[in-house]
């Protein structure tokens, strides 16, 4: 069996995920076979595997890192909320019920098995498990029921735990102390180091308060990593892309940020082009005249929708789409551009709502999942985009509604000539098919992962700029798989400057 190590955070966003993945790079750059492990997730980030099953993104990322292709036992529970109080349970990658908390909380004991079978199935095949937890070990009014989350994990692996603070958001020393105080005997001698994350400065100004930490704890500190600008995958709504607001390049694309906004990851290749900016807006006083507006994906399609009309952007979008923007949907982004989303089944919340008009669409929630990977052709593209057309892409499909043609629009028997399905697709072991729409300077796709082919962005670059008038031959789309393993390189070359490696071979070697 593999040895394990295990991450655990003072906090959510502590780091958590970016040392997981580090440590996976290390390991695999040194010669270990190494796997990351998550037992429950929490996100809205998800990835379909090549087996059409739904893990986390964070692990998905690791994954890359350890240079493996994603299993979903990596991330046997994955929980997509739904509500504030209420999420789609995902276990080994397919949908068994949405539940409440308390319900969930409930359930729990019953996953066991399937996170140990998960785990030690891993484990099997590999040198080192990196494990990572989730929230923090100390929330003491859930530790009864961490049955696998922090310490319960590390117990079912027998791993010894790295504990690490986010000084960047203050009172680190009292973050890592704290937690340490509030777990029970057994739980704090599986604590063997603490890391100090996103340190900015002179670390000699740290070293008095790092001594003390130690001998408060007496737990060594293994590691104080600086804030590192790299450019990976987030796992959650706390990323730092929300917050740029700015509209400086020569072509600005607006993404509205839904409250349940799910794979936003999918827009991070055009940030890597220069003179291109992406932002995130959540009001109509930040939407401004972008080139572009993408409505991305939601786990909660028709909330979202009314959301948007509620607060205005609806009538902005259609608006700016009247001006001769491009409109541009994904997946949930996709069923509201229509004109009618029902969820007879609940899956979704149940309900039916007018969409935007903007898409001879219909959109009617069923009660299966539609998960695979998907690889297909542009179809010829009108409009601004025209420079999509027969452009080949790869990416997968995560949506439970099913889209078809708006009988009352007259698409059906073919007299509105100007909806077309805007590419065809091949779904995992099946034939292509037709999939998507577009009408004018409005598009829409199921598709995740769409834009990661660099000649699929930069061909929305060059019409974008082309109807603008200005030249883009220099606005170059980067090879963005290419370009994420520099960036997972540079991650592991941080984190050897600035852990005990030594210490942290060490730990791993002993265990508990």
């Known amino acids: 069996m ?57 692990q998905v990322m690791q994954a890359e890192c350890a240079g493996l292709s994603p299993d979903v036992r990596m991330n046997p529970i994955l929980l997509k909320p739904t509500s504030d109080v209420g999420s789609q349970v995902i276990v080994n990658g397919e949908v068994i019920a949405n539940m409440k908390a308390r319900e969930y909380f409930r359930y729990k004991p019953q996953l066991i098995p399937a996170v140990k079978e998960a785990y030690e199935s891993l484990a099997g095949e590999n040198d080192i498990i990196v494990i990572e937890g ?31 603070g986010d000084i960047d958001r203050g009172g680190v020393f009292a973050q890592l102390y704290g937690t340490v105080a509030l777990l029970d005997d057994d739980e ?66 607006a993404v509205i940020r839904l409250p349940h906004i799910s ?31 993408i409505l991305p994906g939601s786990k909660n399609t028709i909330d979202d929708l009314l959301w948007l009309r509620r607060s205005g952007l609806e009538a902005a979008v259609c608006k700016a789409s009247a001006s001769g923007a491009v409109i541009f949907g994904i997946c949930g982004g996709y069923q509201m551009l229509g004109t009618v989303l029902s969820d007879p089944h609940n899956a979704e919340g149940g309900g039916e709502a007018r969409g935007l008009g903007l898409l001879p669409i219909r ?68 034939e292509p098919v037709l999939e998507g729409a577009q009408s004018g300077n409005v598009y829409g796709t199921y598709v995740h992962g769409l834009f990661d082919k660099d000649e699929v962005t930069a061909a929305i670059v060059t019409g974008l700029g082309t109807a603008k008038g200005i030249n883009t031959d220099d606005m170059h789309a980067v090879d963005y798989q290419r370009f994420k393993q520099s960036q997972f390189d540079l991650l592991a070359d941080g984190l050897r400057g600035s852990l005990d490696m030594d210490a942290v071979y060490d730990i791993l070697e002993k265990g508990i």
């Open 2 to 58: 593999a040895k394990a190590i295990m991450i655990q955070g003072t906090m959510s966003n502590a780091g958590k995920s970016l040392l997981a993945a580090g440590l996976c790079r290390i390991f695999r750059q040194d010669g270990y076979r190494v796997a990351p492990f998550k037992a429950q997730n929490m996100a809205l980030n998800s990835y379909i595997t090549s087996d059409g099953l739904e893990m986390g993104r964070a």
């Open 134 to 164: 989730a929230g923090s070990p100390a929330e003491i009014n859930l530790k009864n029921d961490d049955c696998f989350v922090n310490m319960g994990m590390a117990k079912i692996a027998a791993s010894p735990v790295l504990l690490v």
């Open 188 to 253: 704090r001698a599986m604590v063997k180091g603490l890391i100090i994350n996103k340190f900015r400065g002179d670390k000699t100004i740290l070293d008095p308060g790092v001594k003390m930490l130690e001998e408060k704890c007496r737990i060594p500190v293994v590691g104080v990593t600086p804030y590192m600008h790299l450019d990976v995958e987030d796992e959650d709504s706390l990323s730092e892309r929300f917050d740029r607001k700015s509209s400086s390049g020569l072509i600005d694309i």
């Open 263 to 293: 794979n936003f990851t999918d827009f991070n290749p055009f940030e890597r082009i220069e003179s291109l900016s992406l932002r995130y807006v959540s009001n109509v006083s930040e939407l401004k005249h972008p080139d572009m507006i």
């Open 363 to 430: 959109t009617v929630f069923s009660k299966e999942k539609t998960r695979t990977q998907t690889r297909g052709q542009m179809q010829k593209v009108g409009g601004i985009l025209q420079t999509l057309s027969e452009k080949h892409f790869e990416g997968y499909e995560i949506h439970m509604g099913q889209s078809t043609p708006d009988a009352e629009s007259g698409i059906s028997d073919g007299t509105n000539v100007d909806c077309r399905p805007l590419t065809a697709i091949v779904r995992e072991g099946g």
